[in-house]
DNA sequence: GCCAACGTTGGC
DNA sequence: GCCAACGTTGGC
C-alpha cells in the first residue's frame, strides 16, 4: 500500500517563485543549507506532492503544489565558487548538501495567505503557522494536506 | 526596521 | 561539553 506524504517548501518569490516553477516545468530544490530541512528531503519519496509556499512577501502563504520527481542529488551548488550556496567545507568525495527535483503541478488562482492558515489550522496542525519557524521545509500531516488539496 | 526564534561557531 | 556571541529567517 502506498502512503501519500506531503510537504511543505518555502521560497522567496524574489529567489525563486511559483511563475519560474510554472515556466520552468521541472527545478532542482538546491541551495538548502539547514541539517533539519536537508534530512526531511532525504525521507521524500517519487510522487510525494509538495505545496509551495512563498515566504518574505506580502502576504506570505501557500501559492501552489508540485510533485517530487528525483531524489538524492547532489546540490551542485555546494562546489560552486560563484554560488551564495559554496560550501568550502563540503567535499566532492563526500558531500554535504543533497536535494531533490520538483516539478510543476499547479497554481492556486489565490493565495492561501498565512493569516487564512492562522484561521484554518493550529500549530501542531501544521508547523508554518508556528510563530518564528525558520525551516524551510516541512512535513505536512495527511488529514492537513486534504483540507489544504481543496483550498488551493 | 524591528525582533523573536532558533542554528552555528568558537573560546575555554 | 558549555555557553556567549553572532548570523539567519521571516513575520509584522
Keep these: 500500500m502506498t502512503e501519500e506524504k506531503f510537504?511543505?517548501?518555502k521560497s522567496e518569490p524574489d529567489a525563486y517563485s511559483i511563475d519560474s516553477?510554472?515556466?520552468d516545468g521541472v527545478?532542482?530544490?538546491d541551495g538548502i543549507r539547514n541539517y533539519q530541512a536537508r534530512n526531511f528531503m532525504r525521507?521524500?519519496?517519487k510522487g510525494d506532492q509538495v505545496f509551495f509556499y512563498h515566504s518574505n512577501c506580502k502576504p506570505?502563504?501557500?501559492v501552489g503544489l508540485m510533485e517530487v520527481v528525483d531524489l538524492?542529488?547532489?546540490d551542485p551548488t555546494q562546489f560552486d565558487k560563484q554560488s551564495k550556496y559554496f560550501d568550502s567545507k563540503s567535499k566532492p568525495e563526500n558531500p554535504r548538501w543533497d536535494c531533490v527535483k520538483v516539478k510543476f503541478i499547479s497554481k492556486s488562482k489565490e493565495i492561501l495567505s498565512l493569516p487564512e492558515l492562522k484561521i484554518l489550522f493550529s500549530e501542531?496542525?501544521?508547523l508554518v503557522v508556528k510563530k518564528g519557524n525558520r525551516l524551510s521545509i516541512l512535513p505536512v500531516k495527511n488529514d492537513v494536506a486534504k483540507i489544504l488539496l481543496k483550498k488551493i
Excluded: F, Q, V, Y
Design 124 to 126: 501542531d496542525d501544521l
Design 72 to 74: 538524492n542529488i547532489i
Design 27 to 29: 527545478t532542482l530544490w
Design 43 to 45: 525521507d521524500m519519496k
Design 60 to 62: 506570505p502563504g501557500i
Design 21 to 23: 516553477l510554472k515556466n
Design 7 to 9: 510537504w511543505l517548501m
